[in-house]
């Protein structure tokens, strides 16, 4: 499915712009025509939904639902649905890192008067495409819109704290919540018009200009979220809405107790009954949102680390088998054919790299992991294998340059060695290697791109508070680099689209 091409990862929120985050504006437009200038075919992000605990678009309040947030306000003035007197050039936001609480406040309150100007417009045009989205999206939207309208109801209290009816979703419970708080659950519902409006409208353009947008899935699900609320039995869950075991990652070198996640663990049994539906259309509105799906521990699907209810580590836990070949036949079976890459980090067992090649996807090479060991690192260039994706670092890693200076005299000493370079452009060296290298897709974070260092990192793992506020100064930045980007691409063959056909 896949053929030999190249891009790189940005989330949106990570775009520069006036308003505090990265959104749907001119300059998400102005990234897509660098990538195409660039001769890059592919655009990664991270998940779309709105961003949970710690901002962290991995904990997302919601599996279906976009990122209020990343709505641009320009568009709104276009549809006149805001003033241009709403929407300064000039707003005082921080143009490095992005001020989260700040931007919340400040398009919250322009959102709330897009509504109302949205509920006396006499556009047919925007009533006709909203009352379409409403009939396209009636799977997931009206219990997202109404598991918000109650969360603020109740002062954000997750929804295992509600009163009992509305936390077991009793009929009467659920008819007088609708009732009461319509107006809310109508203004959500608008939020994620706008955002499917400004999105489709974005990722139209990029692929008119054979950019092809990469997301990403995690295989967990909050718990404070819409996805566990309206869907309880499909969890193992106990009668007070708390996870009977939680999801994590046994001890291993990096982390003595291992990994205590506390997502809500999947009732596999239940979801094969009735043939996997919730998961199904899941995919289909990542699918729906992007062209090619990139799934975080892909693991999880042939066995899970399960850790019991009370635990404060993740020490006590235990393998659970997963789905594994059933759950795919199954998704492809209502789907069809499915372009994923699946992240296979970490330690991966035999059962998980048999699945993961009996089903054709492409796993991940990271080239910071490659050295320090011997000629056998999986991660080395010369041992990997062309059904790959290669990246210079991801998300959770440092930037290429800030990593380079952290590492040890003897390990830079083994990436000198092995590149055969003096590593005063470590990064450079790390993306020509990746572009070179025999996996089918080569992807470099924006950061590396810039030679940026550790500030410039996205995430630290097991870090609660302070990621994902990076953003990229201007898109101006990168266009020196875009002759470099070019020669590299067509020097080793990756000017042509990720997907065939």
């Known amino acids: 499915m896949f053929q030999r091409s190249s891009g790189l990862l940005c989330h949106i929120t990570s775009l520069p712009g006036a308003h505090g985050i990265g959104d749907m504006g001119p300059e998400s437009y102005r990234f897509v025509d660098f990538l195409a200038g660039a001769n890059q075919h592919l655009w990664q992000v991270l998940p779309l939904g709105p961003a949970g605990g710690g901002d962290s678009p991995y904990d997302s309040r919601s599996s279906f639902a976009g990122n209020p947030l990343m709505i641009s306000m320009n568009d709104l003035v276009d549809l006149d649905l805001l003033p241009a007197v709403e929407v300064p050039e000039t707003t005082g936001f921080s143009t490095g890192r992005i001020q989260f609480r700040r931007v919340e406040q400040w398009k919250g309150r322009r959102l709330r008067l897009a509504f109302e100007a949205f509920r006396e417009t006499s556009s047919s045009e925007l009533n006709q495409e909203f009352a379409a989205f409403l009939d396209r999206s009636v ?90 609320w309206a869907n309880q039995d499909q969890f193992l869950l106990e009668a007070d809405g708390q996870p009977s075991v939680q999801a994590g990652v046994p001890p291993d070198l990096f982390a003595a107790d291992g990994q205590l996640w506390g997502n809500p663990v999947y009732d596999w049994s239940k979801m094969e009954a009735d043939g996997f539906s919730w998961w199904t259309q899941r995919l289909q509105r990542v699918l729906d949102l992007t062209d090619i799906v990139r799934i975080d521990h892909f693991r999880g699907f042939a066995a899970g680390w399960q850790v019991p209810r009370g635990e404060r580590t993740a020490r006590n836990g235990e393998w659970v088998e997963g789905p594994g070949y059933r759950f795919f036949e199954a998704i492809a079976g209502s789907i069809g054919t499915l372009p994923i890459i699946v992240e296979d980090l970490g330690v991966i067992t035999p059962d998980v790299e048999a699945l993961r090649d009996g089903l054709g996807y492409p796993g991940m090479k990271v080239l910071q992991f490659a050295f320090g060991d011997d000629a056998d690192n999986p991660y080395l260039p010369h041992n990997a294998v062309a059904n790959s994706m290669v990246y210079t670092g991801t998300h959770d890693n440092d930037t290429t340059l800030g990593w380079y200076r952290s590492i040890t005299r003897q390990e830079r000493d083994h990436v000198r060695r092995y590149l055969n370079v003096e590593g005063s452009e470590i990064h450079v060296d790390f993306i020509r290697t990746a572009w070179a290298s025999v996996s089918v897709l080569a992807c470099a974070p924006v950061q590396d791109v810039l030679g940026l260092g550790t500030d410039a990192r996205m995430n630290v793992p097991g870090k609660a508070k302070g990621n994902w506020g990076w953003r990229l100064d201007s898109i101006a930045s990168l266009d020196p680099h875009q002759a470099f980007l070019q020669d590299i691409t067509n020097l080793y063959g990756r000017n042509r689209s990720p997907v065939e056909g």
């Not at 139209?204 to 995690?218: C, F, H, S, T």
């Open 139 to 228: 799977d997931w939207l009206h219990d997202y819109a109404l598991y918000q309208a109650i969360s603020e109801k109740y002062g954000g209290k997750a929804w295992y704290r509600w009163p009992d009816d509305l936390r077991s979703r009793e009929k009467d419970a659920m008819h007088r919540a609708h009732r009461d708080l319509a107006d809310e659950v109508l203004f959500h519902q608008f939020e994620q018009y706008l955002f499917d409006r400004q999105w489709h409208q974005l990722k139209r353009y990029a692929n008119q200009r054979d950019v092809m947008i990469m997301g990403d899935i995690p295989i967990y699900v909050a718990l404070d979220s819409a996805d566990v």
